[in-house]
């Protein structure tokens, strides 16, 4: 498995669970200093940073693209997939798809978690997921061009009321016969949601692409109340082989929650 990092450069989530926050050259140096494999990055669109920017500080601090953010669609620009405006939704859409094109030539898929929206008032769940697989189609088909799949992420129940738990997204991925889409398995939203988190692992089995490697209170693993062995173990019984990912408040600071995240991966696994 690889270790990732996020490193934000959105304003608008400036308090949110990213590790670093600084800009982007100190946060490759610092994700470097860490340890990491790879950086997760959260830029406000696709167009904030050049590829080749990004390519050159892969370079030079040996570092890969783990996966691309599309957050900043909904914190920055308040859009979603499940819209009772279709010209939202278009725009919504258009953004993603944009974002994917810009991990996909850094070899990164893009992650869609915020930006699904929520069901309620004139959308009824079956039209927010109606919408949802449509838009999720199109983004599988865009990403495969670039030999990536797209991300989907089950959230909590306080972000979304849609897919809040891992053997629901794979079920309805099936059902929906969504291809080129993997889920998003973020341990902080699994805390919350899941009655046994390694079995929820378990029951996303094969689908799950992606893990936020985060303790309880979406710190680093260690100050919280997470106990991550029986997780870890289901990873390695469903043949996990991607990436796990801090996307964790900085706190008591940035480099501090690095740090504690890259030893309890190495306590872990072994030669991580």
Not at 37 to 49: I, K, M, Q, R, S
Not at 115 to 123: A, D, T
Not at 198 to 210: F, M, S
Request: aromatic share 8%; net charge negative.
């Amino acid at each position: 498995m690889r270790t990732a990092v996020t490193l934000c450069r959105v304003a608008e989530a400036a308090g949110g669970p990213f590790v670093f926050h600084a800009p982007l050259v100190e946060g490759f140096e610092k994700a470097e200093a860490a340890g990491f494999d790879d950086v997760e990055l959260f830029f406000p669109g696709p167009d904030a940073v050049a590829v080749d920017e990004v390519k050159a500080l892969c370079d030079q601090h040996g570092l890969g693209v783990a996966a691309v953010g599309t957050g900043a669609g909904m914190v920055k620009h308040g859009l979603s997939l499940t819209d009772p405006d279709p010209s939202k939704r278009d725009a919504a859409l258009e953004f993603i798809l944009a974002m994917i094109e810009f991990g996909g030539k850094l070899g990164a898929p893009a992650i869609l978690g915020s930006m699904q929206g929520k069901w309620g008032g004139e959308v009824s769940r079956d039209q927010a997921l109606s919408w949802l697989a449509d838009a999720l189609r199109v983004a599988g088909r865009t990403a495969s061009r670039f030999g990536v799949p797209f991300i989907y992420e089950p959230l909590n129940r306080y972000e979304t009321n849609l897919i809040n738990h891992q053997k629901t997204g794979a079920e309805w991925l099936e059902a929906e016969s969504l291809s080129n889409i993997v889920l998003l398995a973020d341990l902080f939203h699994m805390n919350i949601e899941e009655v046994d988190v390694a079995q929820a692992i378990r029951d996303g089995g094969r689908h799950i692409g992606h893990v936020h490697f985060a303790d309880s209170n979406r710190r680093a693993m260690g100050f919280g109340h997470t106990d991550p062995a029986p997780i870890v173990e289901a990873l390695f019984e469903i043949g996990y082989r991607s990436t796990i990912s801090a996307e964790i408040f900085p706190l008591p600071d940035a480099e501090t929650a690095a740090r504690q995240t890259m030893q309890a991966i190495r306590r872990l696994i072994p030669g991580s």
